[in-house]
């Protein structure tokens, strides 16, 4: 399946998105989807789809667009 | 699919309705149990080691013979953290348990539970902690200096900021009039009612439970998950009832502190901070030294605003990049401004933590811009109000920062409120009137501006509707309620468009294990982030309820309607079938009666050059009267009259929007006139309600409010965010009004009568410097 992952940096550091399309497997998860990008503190990243973070196990879907998130507060 | 009724603007039953909050009356009653009241059984007290010095080195910490006493369970210090030993949302900076240095008095070295409170508090005297004291920095402009001691390795400048727009230099070459001063703002504390306080425990499971008062139980979650090197999924977070928040308890508190001695325990261990911690440890708004070089044409139209920003965050981050970013943007306020040139600094001092507070970096900057306009007014001879609609912000206008503003724009139309209201039209009357000779009147004006969300960031949120047995609705949010009507809005949101009655729906908010991830309770933003997250649930939720009905009545989905908790036949216009008798069907089938929805908060996808997150997508919008009495002989200043008319979109429930509106107005009167945490070399003196002044009943004026609601298209039912934007003008519509009976402008807030008095002795205005 083909998805969608839009990658944010941390806050302070860069803000514009890294864009690209992953090839992942019939099956693939979230975490199937972590595990194919190269990004920091991975552990901590909010994998949002339409909303709603996903957990590691979530199972993706063809044509996703995935946000890849650092946890982030303010006011 | 039924479409959701988001867009509709009439015949609506419980939006923009004075529904009674849902939290009222246990709360005015004082049936509702906070955590800091709660016991449970075989539960031991919490109670934190806290630094001796403002800045020192540990060389040594030593807990024997704090383990040795009698009824101590547990002492942990750094050794005893299994991930990340730091806190801090966005930068985690903050040991959770220091192991090399202290930064300051609240920081926390080790914490012990035993079987009582005070044996807890014995033993914390008990941690022998070896320090090598180190120059305290105090003063944020001496920290910025290349040679001050440093607070941390990479130095004392936590951020450094520019935003340029235009050309300032050129513009104040054409200037008419230019105005330049400098600006003090205090250092507020929250002071919200229980201080920071919770329990953690173990469930059967060996998961861990935190039962704590908070913004955003997944922050928190995530925060825990961090330091304790386990899954998320492994920590649930209740956040409510919390007694109050006002950006206090967006990071982590007791969170971590207590997730570490359930793990180590295996019992309930509670942990409430003292109102006195609360002050040494607690979060703090940023005291903020900004220079303000504002210049006019002679019509009166800003050409251009000069601003420097040394914002003092303390110890620590926590929050402060961002507030930092907020200050920049408000920092020429709802206006038009085409050349701008801002520098901001966020100083790294030994002086507490600074971080989330209502405003978030905004009032601060309002009171420099207003100051100066007000001033601007004065040497062209313009009216204070005029040059105030003249230079605002309208439809379709571009932004200080170059950007379209995209949402609703209703600053214009609150000026006219305020130009209508009776302090303005009465103020030439109110001057020549007063309680002694010795007390003058005066008037004075302001407005506002703030974006609600995380403007540029990327920000989500998800809500969840269940279907009960009997037909009634279970809505998940995780946006606590912090005093501010969230739960009831939702619900008022839930019942509109789920068709039922408001005494069908219950908001589970706040846990992590019953509400998916809608976000923190901050930035004015829990409204729109839960109502809009419902609004995505709902339609999914009415697709069940309509397919089922269809399979229960035989009857195509296209011949189906919905009503009033049931679902009817177009054809023949009778009831077909209720939602209690959907819910049976669903439940006795095993059929899924649970659906999630989520969005992505719409945001501008490139933030501005220098910036983290400006613009803002939308914003909120306000102005501001006050009517002052001063007394000339003591300094001392009685707010008689406040008028604020905020736009914030459409309401949702106009009592809980009053509520808000005056709540901010009040804290506002404390930061314009009394609330300043006093740090001496490090060493905080205000720190309990006997010496750090908060209004009460008595200081609090007669108050009228009358919004403007413009449509946010982005918001539910039109609302926009409204918990902060009420506070933002309240101090420099005082200052203002302070000169307007004085003819003493006010450069540092609080105007305590002391700097009031000394103003007027001095008869130009100046003030002693903290």
């Given at each position: 399946?083909?998805?969608?992952?839009?990658?944010?940096g941390?806050?302070?550091?860069?803000?514009?998105?890294?864009?690209?399309?992953?090839e992942?497997?019939?099956?693939?998860?979230a975490?199937d989807?972590?595990?194919?990008?190269?990004?920091?503190?991975?552990d901590?990243?909010?994998?949002?789809?339409?909303g709603?973070?996903?957990?590691p196990?979530?199972?993706?879907?063809?044509?996703d667009?995935?946000?890849?998130?650092?946890p982030i507060?303010?006011? | 699919?039924t479409?959701?009724?988001?867009?509709?603007?009439?015949?609506?039953?419980?939006?923009?309705k004075p529904?009674?909050r849902?939290?009222?009356?246990?709360?005015?009653?004082?049936?509702?149990?906070?955590?800091?009241?709660?016991i449970?059984?075989n539960?031991?007290?919490?109670?934190t080691v806290?630094?001796?010095y403002?800045?020192?080195r540990?060389?040594?910490?030593?807990?024997?013979?704090?383990?040795?006493?009698?009824?101590?369970?547990?002492?942990?210090?750094?050794?005893?953290?299994?991930?990340?030993?730091?806190?801090?949302?966005?930068v985690?900076?903050?040991?959770?348990?220091?192991h090399?240095?202290v930064?300051?008095?609240?920081?926390?070295?080790?914490?012990?539970?035993?079987?009582?409170l005070?044996?807890?508090?014995?033993?914390a005297?008990l941690?022998e902690?070896?320090?090598?004291?180190?120059p305290?920095?105090?003063?944020?402009?001496?920290?910025?200096?290349v040679?001050?001691?440093?607070?941390?390795?990479?130095?004392n400048i936590?951020?450094h900021a520019?935003?340029r727009?235009?050309d300032v230099e050129?513009?104040?070459g054409?200037?008419?009039?230019?105005?330049?001063?400098?600006f003090r703002t205090?250092?507020?504390m929250?002071?919200?009612?229980e201080?920071?306080a919770?329990?953690g425990?173990?469930d059967?499971h060996?998961?861990?439970?935190?039962?704590?008062?908070?913004?955003s139980?997944?922050?928190?979650?995530?925060?825990?998950?961090r330091?304790l090197?386990?899954?998320p999924?492994q920590i649930?977070v209740?956040s409510?009832p919390?007694?109050g928040a006002?950006?206090?308890?967006?990071e982590n508190?007791?969170?971590?502190?207590?997730?570490?001695?359930?793990?180590?325990?295996?019992r309930?261990?509670?942990?409430?901070?003292t109102?006195?911690?609360?002050?040494?440890?607690g979060?703090?708004r940023h005291?903020m030294?900004?220079?303000?070089?504002?210049?006019?044409?002679?019509?009166?139209?800003?050409i251009?605003n000069?601003?420097?920003i040394?914002?003092d965050?303390g110890?620590?981050?926590?929050l402060g990049?961002?507030?930092?970013d907020?200050a920049?943007?408000?920092?020429?306020?709802?206006y038009?401004?085409p050349?701008?040139d801002?520098?901001?600094?966020?100083v790294?001092?030994?002086?507490?933590?600074?971080?989330?507070f209502?405003?978030?970096?905004?009032p601060q900057?309002?009171f420099?811009?207003?100051?100066?306009?007000?001033?601007?007014?004065?040497?062209l001879?313009?009216d204070?109000?005029?040059i105030?609609?003249?230079?605002a912000?309208?439809?379709?206008d571009?932004?200080?920062?170059?950007n379209?503003?995209?949402?609703s724009?209703g600053?214009?139309?609150t000026?006219?409120?305020?130009?209508n209201?009776?302090?303005?039209k009465?103020?030439?009357?109110?001057?020549?009137?007063?309680?002694?000779?010795?007390?003058?009147r005066?008037?004075?004006?302001?407005?506002a501006?703030k974006?609600?969300g995380?403007g540029?960031?990327p920000?989500?949120?998800?809500a969840s509707?269940?279907?009960?047995p009997?037909?009634?609705?279970?809505?998940?949010?995780s946006c606590?309620?912090?005093?501010?009507?969230?739960?009831?809005?939702?619900?008022?949101?839930?019942?509109?468009?789920?068709?039922?009655?408001?005494?069908?729906?219950?908001?589970?908010?706040?846990?992590?294990?019953?509400?998916?991830?809608?976000?923190?309770?901050?930035?004015?933003?829990a409204?729109?982030?839960?109502?809009?997250?419902?609004?995505?649930?709902?339609?999914?939720?009415?697709?069940?309820?309509?397919?089922?009905?269809?399979?229960?009545?035989?009857?195509?989905?296209?011949?189906?309607?919905?009503?009033?908790?049931?679902?009817?036949?177009?054809?023949?216009?009778?009831?077909?079938?209720t939602?209690?008798?959907?819910?049976?069907?669903?439940h006795?089938?095993?059929?899924?009666?649970?659906?999630?929805?989520?969005?992505?908060v719409?945001r501008?996808?490139?933030?501005?050059?220098?910036?983290?997150?400006?613009?803002h997508?939308?914003?909120?919008?306000?102005?501001?009267v006050?009517?002052?009495e001063?007394?000339?002989?003591?300094?001392g200043?009685?707010?008689?009259?406040?008028?604020?008319s905020p736009?914030?979109?459409?309401?949702?429930n106009?009592q809980?929007y009053?509520?808000?509106?005056?709540?901010?107005?009040?804290?506002?009167?404390g930061?314009a006139?009394?609330?300043?945490?006093?740090?001496?070399n490090?060493v905080?003196?205000?720190n309990?309600?006997?010496?750090y002044?908060?209004?009460?009943?008595?200081?609090?004026?007669?108050?009228?409010?009358?919004p403007?609601?413009?449509?946010?298209?982005?918001?539910?039912?039109?609302a926009?965010?409204l918990g902060?934007?009420?506070?933002?003008p309240?101090?420099?519509?005082i200052?203002?009004?302070?000169?307007?009976?004085t003819?003493?402008?006010?450069f540092t807030?609080?105007?305590?009568p002391?700097?009031?008095?000394?103003g007027?002795k001095?008869?130009?205005g100046?003030?002693?410097?903290r």
């Amino acid at each position: 399946m083909l998805v969608k992952v839009k990658i944010f940096g941390a806050p302070s550091l860069a803000l514009e998105s890294r864009e690209l399309t992953l090839e992942l497997g019939e099956d693939a998860t979230a975490g199937d989807l972590l595990s194919s990008v190269t990004v920091k503190d991975k552990d901590y990243l909010y994998i949002v789809r339409e909303g709603i973070r996903l957990t590691p196990s979530s199972r993706l879907r063809d044509g996703d667009e995935i946000l890849l998130i650092p946890p982030i507060a303010g006011g | 699919m039924t479409e959701p009724i988001a867009k509709r603007k009439e015949n609506l039953k419980w939006i923009g309705k004075p529904v009674t909050r849902k939290d009222g009356v246990g709360k005015v009653t004082g049936e509702t149990k906070f955590f800091s009241d709660m016991i449970f059984p075989n539960m031991l007290w919490a109670k934190t080691v806290r630094s001796k010095y403002p800045h020192a080195r540990i060389r040594k910490i030593d807990t024997t013979k704090a383990e040795a006493l009698p009824g101590v369970v547990a002492v942990l210090t750094y050794k005893d953290i299994p991930g990340l030993n730091a806190s801090g949302i966005i930068v985690p900076d903050q040991p959770v348990l220091c192991h090399d240095k202290v930064r300051y008095l609240g920081d926390s070295v080790a914490v012990i539970a035993a079987e009582s409170l005070e044996t807890a508090e014995v033993a914390a005297d008990l941690v022998e902690v070896d320090y090598e004291p180190l120059p305290v920095v105090s003063d944020p402009t001496k920290a910025m200096d290349v040679d001050s001691p440093r607070i941390h390795e990479k130095g004392n400048i936590q951020r450094h900021a520019t935003i340029r727009v235009g050309d300032v230099e050129r513009a104040f070459g054409e200037a008419s009039v230019i105005v330049e001063n400098t600006f003090r703002t205090g250092r507020q504390m929250h002071m919200f009612l229980e201080p920071e306080a919770g329990i953690g425990m173990l469930d059967e499971h060996g998961n861990i439970v935190l039962y704590v008062g908070g913004q955003s139980p997944y922050r928190d979650q995530m925060q825990v998950s961090r330091a304790l090197g386990i899954r998320p999924e492994q920590i649930r977070v209740i956040s409510t009832p919390v007694g109050g928040a006002f950006g206090g308890k967006e990071e982590n508190t007791v969170q971590i502190h207590l997730a570490l001695l359930a793990m180590k325990t295996k019992r309930p261990v509670k942990m409430v901070w003292t109102r006195e911690e609360s002050g040494v440890a607690g979060m703090k708004r940023h005291p903020m030294i900004v220079t303000m070089k504002t210049a006019a044409n002679e019509t009166g139209e800003i050409i251009a605003n000069k601003v420097h920003i040394i914002a003092d965050t303390g110890a620590y981050a926590s929050l402060g990049p961002t507030v930092l970013d907020v200050a920049m943007e408000n920092s020429c306020g709802p206006y038009r401004v085409p050349n701008i040139d801002i520098e901001a600094y966020l100083v790294y001092t030994n002086n507490g933590v600074a971080g989330a507070f209502r405003g978030f970096g905004a009032p601060q900057v309002n009171f420099a811009m207003e100051t100066n306009l007000d001033s601007i007014a004065e040497k062209l001879g313009v009216d204070r109000l005029e040059i105030r609609k003249k230079n605002a912000l309208r439809e379709g206008d571009i932004g200080p920062f170059g950007n379209k503003i995209l949402g609703s724009i209703g600053i214009y139309e609150t000026l006219l409120k305020a130009e209508n209201c009776e302090i303005w039209k009465n103020r030439e009357k109110s001057k020549v009137t007063s309680s002694a000779p010795w007390c003058k009147r005066g008037v004075g004006v302001a407005a506002a501006v703030k974006g609600f969300g995380f403007g540029a960031l990327p920000d989500f949120a998800a809500a969840s509707m269940q279907i009960t047995p009997t037909g009634k609705f279970v809505v998940g949010v995780s946006c606590p309620e912090i005093g501010q009507g969230a739960v009831t809005a939702y619900a008022q949101i839930a019942a509109e468009t789920l068709h039922c009655d408001i005494g069908d729906v219950y908001i589970a908010s706040a846990d992590s294990q019953l509400a998916p991830d809608t976000g923190t309770s901050s930035a004015s933003m829990a409204l729109v982030r839960g109502g809009n997250a419902i609004l995505a649930a709902a339609p999914r939720m009415l697709e069940l309820i309509l397919e089922t009905a269809a399979k229960i009545t035989g009857k195509p989905t296209d011949d189906l309607v919905l009503k009033e908790s049931c679902v009817g036949s177009r054809r023949d216009g009778k009831k077909s079938v209720t939602y209690a008798e959907i819910a049976q069907y669903l439940h006795k089938t095993g059929s899924e009666t649970r659906v999630v929805a989520g969005f992505n908060v719409p945001r501008v996808e490139k933030p501005v050059e220098g910036s983290i997150e400006i613009p803002h997508w939308s914003y909120m919008y306000a102005s501001a009267v006050a009517l002052v009495e001063v007394n000339t002989l003591t300094g001392g200043i009685k707010v008689l009259k406040f008028f604020l008319s905020p736009d914030s979109g459409k309401i949702i429930n106009p009592q809980s929007y009053t509520g808000q509106c005056e709540g901010a107005i009040v804290q506002g009167l404390g930061f314009a006139l009394t609330e300043e945490t006093q740090i001496d070399n490090g060493v905080i003196k205000t720190n309990n309600f006997t010496t750090y002044i908060i209004p009460t009943i008595s200081d609090v004026p007669e108050i009228e409010i009358d919004p403007v609601e413009t449509y946010e298209k982005i918001g539910p039912f039109g609302a926009k965010g409204l918990g902060e934007i009420g506070i933002i003008p309240v101090g420099s519509a005082i200052a203002n009004a302070i000169y307007d009976a004085t003819g003493i402008r006010v450069f540092t807030l609080p105007a305590t009568p002391e700097r009031v008095y000394t103003g007027l002795k001095r008869g130009d205005g100046s003030q002693d410097e903290r």
